[in-house]
């Protein structure tokens, strides 16, 4: 079992660290009786440029980009 840190902005929930878990995974949400600072938020995405393109990234994508590169040489050069 792993806990998260993370907080919700009203629209969606954003985990303050990476997620390690696979498709269709359980999961468990608490829900706290605190609250974080609107510059406690600030801080943590200007300071660090990781996950900043998670919101883009499509899980269904992952499987098929472990071989892409395989595929396009093929494409291009033919399978000698």
Excluded: C
Excluded at 21 to 50: C, G, M, P, Y
Aim: net charge negative.
């Amino acid at each position: 079992m792993l806990a998260l840190q993370g907080y919700y902005d009203g629209k969606t929930i954003h985990t303050l660290e990476k997620i390690h878990a696979q498709k269709n995974q359980k999961l468990i949400i608490t829900v706290l009786d605190e609250f974080i600072e609107d510059s406690d938020v600030t801080e943590t995405h200007q300071t660090t440029a990781r996950g900043s393109l998670a919101s883009y990234a499509n899980p269904d994508l992952w499987e098929k980009e472990q071989t892409a590169w395989e595929k396009a040489v093929t494409k291009k050069y033919g399978n000698d």
